[in-house]
Nanobody
Framework: QVQLVESGGGLVQAGGSLRLSCAAS????????MGWYRQAPGKQRELVAS??????HYVDFVKGRFTISTDNAKNTVYLQMNSLKPEDTAVYYC??????????????WGQGTQVTVSS
């Protein structure tokens, strides 16, 4: 069983910064991708940033403001969020895609952490 535990959300003023962390534990054979999604009230969950061994991807609305990184030794992924805007307010979810020896692919989600940006 894989668990993703997120931390670092909170309330911040516009222009401020937050750093989200997501620690993965459990039986993980190989991590294909880790990433962050967000879901604002009344909206669908959307990708924010993702990272594989070869590539890093950001959606346009966070480019230049957010940075995704990992500590592979700790199976932890981070999201550094700078220059936050009120429209960044959402629940942020950690995502992990893992593969296993028999070819299984599993997708795991964290419980979500609230980020609120006041104007």
């Amino acid at each position: 069983q894989v668990q993703l535990v997120e931390s670092g959300g909170g309330l911040v003023q516009a222009g401020g910064s937050l750093r989200l962390s997501c620690a993965a534990s459990g039986t993980i054979f190989s991590i294909n991708r880790m990433g962050w999604y967000r879901q604002a009230p009344g909206k669908q969950r959307e990708l924010v940033a993702s990272l594989t061994a070869a590539t890093t991807h950001y959606v346009d609305f966070v480019k230049g403001r957010f940075t995704i990184s990992t500590d592979n030794a700790k199976n932890t992924v981070y999201l550094q969020m700078n220059s936050l805007k009120p429209e960044d307010t959402a629940v942020y979810y950690c995502n992990l895609v893992a593969s296993y020896p028999l070819g299984q692919i599993q997708v795991h989600w964290g419980q979500g952490t609230q980020v609120t940006v006041s104007s």
